[in-house]
């Protein structure tokens, strides 16, 4: 966009917009394009220089702290710690985020099963197709699995999936079923005020998860809670929990018996 069309674009918004937000965009737009002509005087020697053709704003990113997502941040590197110090000869997930997978394949050969194949070639990393309440695998087959920040979505529709009041609990089952004895299950799933935001997710209260895995022993708990500062909470008291509006919890479970 040519600098004269940009500033009457900003001048047609205000018209679309309340003031408040106008003026915030506007000063902010304004101070993007005076340092775009300020770059534009110092670059006569750049290697790559800046045109008004190549144009690409980004406004929000000056602030005074870098922001993340706590949940995806923090249960993602929980989950790598747990592989790492456990050093399974092979990690079975379904489901979980890419970044969790793609990161752990590197030091555990890692199968990723998800509703949806992810399109993805990588060293370390198997993907394929799963429907995690009908888990076509072997009982008491998997001594490493995960299924992180997914029980909550099962049933809801949200990726296609079928319809399905008790899809969470199917799932849960067929996790159980599947990890074997002496084996690792790590979980991951929204806590705090239980209830159902369909049809995007879940968040339970402490009981109701340890209620879905009755037959595993619960090895450890985590909690990324709604004030992330302080960073994961070991072991907090079911109150803390029951306090919570979008908790993170993290859960390791082991399947009694031996390998």
């Known amino acids: 966009m040519r600098f004269r069309d940009a500033v009457l674009t900003l001048k047609a918004l205000r018209k679309q917009i309340g003031f408040r937000r106008y003026f915030s965009f506007a000063r902010t737009y304004l101070e993007f394009l005076s340092e775009y002509r300020r ?3 110092m670059d006569s ?44 000869s092979l990690h079975v997930d379904i489901s979980s985020s890419m970044a969790f997978v793609t990161m752990a394949s590197a030091w555990v050969p890692v199968v990723h099963y998800d509703f949806r194949i992810p399109e993805i070639v990588l ?10 309440c009908a888990l ?10 995960s299924c992180l920040h997914v ?33 690792l299950l790590l979980v991951v ?35 990324i809670p709604d004030d992330s500062k302080a960073g994961m909470i070991q072991n907090p008291p079911e109150d803390l929990v029951a306090s919570q509006e979008w908790g993170c919890g993290c859960f390791v479970f082991r399947k009694p018996g031996a390998h």
Not at 192 to 215: D, I, T
């Open 45 to 88: 020697e750049a290697l790559l220089p800046a045109t008004e053709r190549d144009l690409y704003a980004i406004l929000d990113e000056k602030t005074a702290t870098m922001g993340y997502e706590p949940h995806y941040t923090y249960h993602c590197a929980w989950a790598c710690r747990e592989l790492a110090q456990a050093k399974p």
């Open 136 to 145: 076509d695998m072997k009982s008491n087959s998997l001594e490493s699995v």
């Open 39 to 41: 770059f534009q005087r």
């Open 189 to 223: 799933v929204p806590v705090g005020r239980s209830r159902v935001n369909f049809n995007a997710h879940r968040v339970y209260a402490l009981p109701q998860v340890l209620g879905m895995f009755p037959g595993l022993i619960l090895k450890s708990f985590s909690l």
């Open 151 to 183: 029980l909550e979505h099962v049933g809801l529709g949200r990726y296609g999936d079928p319809l399905n009041p008790r899809g969470d609990r199917c799932a849960a089952e067929e996790l159980a079923r599947v990890l074997a004895p002496g084996g």
């Open 123 to 132: 060293s370390g990393l198997t993907v394929g197709q799963a429907d995690l």
